[in-house]
């Protein structure tokens, strides 16, 4: 879409000269008047003198879809116009910032390539465009302005914080804890029957009973060599303020990618009914990562329920309820899980939280949490 509109040096000649001709006409002062006109003349002819379409092949090229929030994106902008281009100003949304782009001349059918960068402040999924075309007038009073629907998508992920091994880890692993998984693999150990779900083994379904409820059922294993980590990441807002989120935020997802870095079966859950995270373990960092930079603060009146939260069940191992001062979750979290559960709560006045009859650990940040984790301390 094509439009034009003032610069600020042509709003300020259209409004000067407005004022001449006002003091020009009751004053009778021909020059006023004259001076005026001329300097209205000049801006209509900056908006109206000819400008053809912009006839350009644009492409803009992200160095990675995902970066984490406070990191840089690299872009770059190829630009190869159809006739000659003269100097030229492009801006790019970019989420919450415009960026502004100079391009020099550029000759027909050649091609420039412009690197520009841009700080990621803010968590979220982004949309990089749509890119604006400006053409100035030689005296830089009007603007030809064009949209080029030139899109992309970035995700901002939460700062990940590196947990080590820490003793808290050590701990766990310790424990030995188990995962209900299905596996034929004769290490593991059978325990019950289930119903078929899309994308179970077929070898294990169990004819005999299938037969006899007319449903599918298959065989559940016990696998005794892996352990699990449950993380429950509390979105309300009633559980934490908006800073306090983007720091459970955080620790929920360092958690996630050190479990995953470390071989433990993780699974990651929020009370967000948009956003409740897969029913079945996370097998890739990347998915932890774009479940945490979409997650986000919702009023407490749409949060799931804490059984609609924990449906499915939870595997057997320790789950790492993630909250603020106020709890919704914990109080039934023992009635529907035997796992061993521990808290974390962020919290601006961590030293005046009441004690838990289960392992707590109050921080006022994620790097607080990650700093006493790493000591042993968690």
Known sequence: MKRWRLTPAGVALSMGAVLLIAAGIPTSYREFIVLGAVALGAVVLALVLPRGASQLTLHRVLSRPMVQRGDQLSLRLRITPAHPLP????????GEHDVVIEAPS???AETRAINYRVTMTSRGVFRVGPLV???HD???LAARVVDHDLLDEVVVHPVIHDLGMGDGFAAIRQRQTTLNSISDDPLSEFRTLRE???GDDTRLIHWPSSARTDTLVVRDFLDLRRMARVVLLETSDQVTTAVEFEESVEIAAS??????EHGLVTVLRTDDPELPGPRRPIDSVDAVLDLTARSRRIPASHALATTATLSGGLPEGVVF?????????LRHLSLHSSADVVVVRVSRRPHLL????????DVQSAAEFARRWRIGAA
Request: aromatic letters at 6%; charged letters at 25%; proline letters at 12%.
């Open 196 to 198: 078929y779900q899309p």
């Open 138 to 140: 030689p005296f830089d």
């Open 354 to 361: 009441e004690r838990l009859a289960v392992p707590t650990i």
């Open 133 to 135: 075309e400006e053409g």
């Open 255 to 260: 958690l996630c990618v050190q479990s995953l």
């Open 321 to 329: 309820l993630v909250t603020g001062e106020r709890s919704r979750l």
């Open 106 to 108: 550029i000759a027909p």
């Open 87 to 94: 100097p030229t100003r492009f801006i790019d949304r970019v």
